[in-house]
Nanobody, 127 residues
Framework: VQLVESGGGVAQSGGSLRLSCAAS????????IGWFRQAPGKEREGVSC????????SYSESVKGRFTISSDNAKKTVYLQMNNLKPEDTGVYYC?????????????????????WGQGTQVTVSS
């Protein structure tokens, strides 16, 4: 099982980036993919989540209205479009998957709910 993130980089405040999470090696269909981020010295926090069965999406309050999660099930790839970036969005972004999870209304709650993780991709937003 492998999750590979890409698309991170440096953006100016107000700019945009699109992250991708490509899933492979699953013997089963994952039920949900979540995006988390971790800033230096801070705990990993949930950002956004998408449920495979019905496409339900959810976001944390800090990114709602600015980030959009989507998926291409045929490609087993999930995207995170990040617009109007702010310096506080800086961090390492991780995608995570699980076979038995349904997204909550406020994005992924607990990193412990997800069994599979990517290696992360750095996002840096300059002011």
């Amino acid at each position: 099982v492998q999750l590979v993130e890409s698309g991170g980089g440096v953006a100016q405040s107000g700019g945009s980036l699109r992250l991708s999470c490509a899933a492979s090696g699953f013997a089963f269909d994952y039920s949900a993919i979540g995006w988390f981020r971790q800033a230096p010295g801070k705990e990993r926090e949930g950002v956004s989540c998408i449920t495979r069965s019905d496409g339900f999406t959810s976001y944390s309050e800090s990114v709602k209205g600015r980030f959009t999660i989507s998926s291409d099930n045929a490609k087993k790839t999930v995207y995170l479009q990040m617009n109007n970036l702010k310096p506080e969005d800086t961090g390492v972004y991780y995608c995570a998957a699980d076979s038995d999870y349904y997204c909550s209304d406020y994005g992924p709650n607990d990193p412990g709910d997800f069994s599979f993780w990517g290696q992360g991709t750095q996002v840096t937003v300059s002011s």
